[in-house]
């Protein structure tokens, strides 16, 4: 689905044009950027990784230009003040259980118009799903990475028709 196409993103992208434009603070500017890209460049992020960030900022708002997704790994979810596109529904039911709160770009627009008091995080751009993105494996010129699990030489190799050894047809 293209940026275009979701109804929700075409009204954030209007209303964040529209605070650059009057307002013209940078934080609006670096949301805007961000929300104009597309969603291979707006990694999602873990709740692990935004507390593991939080730490020293207990008082801010987290912004994230990206989708909260919860992980099973953490098992204390710390309170946390989080803004972001969306949540996933195991993330959301977390953070509001541990005391903290959950709200969308718009929402804290319409809290804190000019974006003071908050901290915005991004994902990690390199990821290993990248590694596999461009031309199939295996032609000239392509650095994609196979999805095989096999590293010898002919791992991706097509497999060579074997002749019809020691079969004797019958004679008619």
Do not use: W
């Not at 990206?66 to 803004?83: G, H, S, Y």
């Not at 118009?113 to 494996?137: I, Q």
């Not at 095989?148 to 079969?167: D, F, H, L, T, W």
């Amino acid at each position: 689905m293209c940026i275009r196409d979701s109804l929700y993103m075409k009204l954030l992208i209007k209303l964040f044009k529209f605070l650059v434009r009057r307002a013209g603070k940078p934080f609006h500017k670096a949301i805007l950027r961000r929300l104009m890209l597309s969603k291979v460049h707006r990694p999602p992020m873990s709740i692990s990784r935004l507390s593991r960030l939080q730490k020293g900022k207990l008082d801010k708002t987290i912004v994230v230009v990206a989708t909260v997704t919860d992980d099973e790994r953490l098992l204390e979810v710390p309170k946390m003040n989080i803004c972001a596109l969306r949540f996933t529904s195991g993330a959301k039911q977390r953070i509001l259980k541990a005391g903290g709160s959950v709200m969308t770009l718009d929402q804290l627009i319409v809290k804190n118009p000019l974006g003071a008091n908050t901290v915005l995080l991004r994902g990690p751009l390199t990821r290993e799903a990248l590694s596999h993105f461009g031309k199939p494996a295996g032609l000239p010129g392509s650095h994609t990475r196979p999805y095989a699990p096999a590293k010898g030489r002919n791992s991706e190799a097509p497999s060579k028709a074997q002749p019809y050894k020691n079969i004797k047809l019958p004679q008619q």
